[in-house]
């Protein structure tokens, strides 16, 4: 499955349970994770999205690892299965 793909169905599944997925755009700011998952009561976390057997590079771990030591929960998704798990995580602030 192609990350754009993933990317639609993580932002479909969701939407269906309440939140919101914007595409997390940040010009000057490489290696930011691809998707910003936000539930109400201020629930939010970032997710990278990757292809199957896709890796995370340098600098999207060190961006990774920024936002960790902020305080917020950062995932890497490479696979259909994960997105319930993942976005009820962020849902449920675990």
Do not use: W
């Not at 269906?16 to 930011?32: A, E, F, Q, Y």
């Not at 999205?49 to 995932?75: D, I, W």
Request: with cysteine.
């Amino acid at each position: 499955m192609r990350e754009k793909e993933l990317e639609r169905k993580l932002s479909k599944y969701v939407k269906s349970i309440g939140g919101m997925c914007p595409k997390l755009v940040c010009p000057g700011t490489d290696g930011m994770p691809d998707r910003l998952v936000l539930f109400p009561d201020g629930r939010a976390g970032f997710v990278e999205v990757k292809a199957p057997k896709g890796s995370v590079r340098p600098l999207q771990a060190k961006r990774h690892r920024e936002l960790t030591a902020l305080g917020f929960q950062v995932f890497v998704l490479n696979s259909e299965d994960d997105i319930p798990e993942v976005a009820r995580a962020i849902k449920e602030g675990r």
